[in-house]
């Protein structure tokens, strides 16, 4: 069985560029987070979709951060404009329902 | 205060110590997870349990429920232990500790 994709795994932006990231999850995970985590910290939720509804985005800056998950599959984190402190690595998780959730490698954001 | 606390938040060992990191947490729970992180950022589940003991080669997780308190265990220590372990409660609202960070020496 496929594990969750992400891509890419690496970025590197200047402060006030855009950036964005995808997500495939595991098939048949009808729920897909989103996680922002600062390094020496634990992972951040960010946004839960089940199907390509939203159950939870209460921690999302709004402001600059959007997401997408559209056909209910692959999703999409965009930052727009970035700042400085939103260097981290963004973690995409999938689960069947409200059950263990499964991680993907990570895309490691660096901003300059 | 975080709902999820791990200590030590470094560890450094010789191979082949036995290494125990420890996770308290405030909350109610449905589960408690151990997962791996290795440097490139992608996290592993190592274990889930709600109650007792479970054992997988040469780690061991343990929970008390009363006293709100996990441990991890590694006998036998390698260096290709060396990661960032977390602590996590809950399933689809999951929360996590700070993380650990073992070094092993060869």
């Known amino acids: 069985e496929a594990g969750v994709a992400q891509s890419p795994r690496y970025k590197i932006i200047e402060k006030r560029q855009s950036v964005a990231f995808w997500c495939n999850p595991i098939s048949g995970h009808a729920t897909l987070y989103w996680y922002q985590q600062i390094l020496g910290q634990g992972p951040k939720l960010l946004i839960q979709f089940q199907n390509n509804g939203v159950v939870d985005d209460s921690q999302l800056p709004k402001d600059r951060f959007s997401a997408e998950r559209l056909k209910g599959v692959d999703s999409t984190l965009k930052i727009q404009p970035a700042k400085l402190e939103d260097s981290a690595v963004y973690l995409c998780?999938?689960?069947?329902?409200?059950?263990?959730?499964?991680f993907g490698p990570g895309t490691r954001l660096t901003v300059t | 205060k975080n709902e999820v606390e791990q200590s030590p938040q470094n560890l450094t060992a010789q191979e082949g110590e036995f290494i125990t990191i420890n996770c308290s947490y405030s909350?109610?729970?449905?589960?408690l997870h151990w997962l791996q992180q290795h440097p490139g950022g992608g996290i592993v589940s190592l274990f889930m349990?709600?109650?007792g003991k479970k054992k997988h080669g040469r780690l061991i997780a343990t929970i008390n429920i009363q006293e709100k308190h996990s441990s991890l265990h590694i006998t036998a220590s390698h260096p290709r232990d060396s990661a960032v372990y977390i602590c996590a409660v809950g399933l689809n609202d999951m929360r996590f500790g700070a993380g650990t960070r073992l070094t092993v020496k060869p």
């Open positions: 998780a999938s689960a069947f329902g409200g059950s263990e959730q499964y």
């Open positions: 909350v109610g729970i449905s589960a």
């Open positions: 349990l709600s109650s």
